[in-house]
């Protein structure tokens, strides 16, 4: 009886579509009714969102009224259905997929953008606290220090060059280490890593 039951289903089904090939909107309604809401509670077994899952059903039923005249189908009408639902409701969720991990890199595009802002910022101001440390050394010491930190002189390359000796360039350099070091004893680390100048 049951089997009975399904042939005469399919039977009526595949008039119905029958009719829908041949333009016949009133038919394209009577299978939207009879299979809107089981096959939206199939979608929504893919897809979380409720809504999504009735657009995708919705879609479909466009879909299958626009391509109706191309449209054959192997199994029943119920099967095919079913069929292209699923396959809507598997290219929703890789859509989904794309879609997340496009957002997903922006934001984190955005935050290394945020993140390089923010290293540049604090190099400038690290770059002034140093610039104003400086202004307050004695001028000899001063020279000494940039030549050796900042133009990267070796000490006999700065001695040769002021025509001092050695020691005086080793004494001055280590006067000024120690007066920049206390003045910028809080940023010591940052100036490390952030503009590779060791105060040592």
């Not at 829908?20 to 299978?31: N, Q, T, Y």
């Not at 009224?65 to 119920?78: D, F, L, P």
Request: net charge negative; hydrophobic share 35%; proline share 2%.
């Amino acid at each position: 009886m049951h089997e009975q039951q399904n042939a005469s289903m399919q039977t009526s089904d595949q008039m119905i579509f029958q009719s829908i090939k041949s333009g016949d909107e009133k038919a394209l309604e009577m299978l939207f009714k009879e299979y809107y809401q089981p096959l939206c509670r199939y979608a929504n077994s893919y897809l979380e969102d409720p809504a999504d899952a009735e657009e995708v059903v919705q879609s479909c039923f466009i879909k299958l009224w626009e391509k109706k005249e191309t449209i054959s189908i192997q199994s029943s009408v119920k099967s095919y259905l079913y069929q292209i639902i699923r396959n809507a409701c598997l290219n929703e969720i890789k859509h989904q997929k794309v879609k997340k991990n496009y957002g997903d890199m922006i934001t984190q595009q955005g935050e290394q953008q945020s993140e390089a802002s923010d290293q540049s910022t604090l190099k400038g101001e690290l770059e002034e606290k140093i610039a104003l440390a400086l202004q307050s050394l004695p001028q000899q010491c001063r020279l000494i220090f940039t030549m050796s930190r900042f133009e990267e002189l070796k000490y006999q390359e700065i001695a040769d060059q002021l025509n001092l000796s050695i020691k005086t360039v080793e004494n001055q350099m280590g006067k000024a280490l120690k007066l920049m070091r206390t003045q910028l004893q809080e940023y010591l680390p940052l100036i490390a890593l952030l503009l590779h100048i060791i105060l040592e």
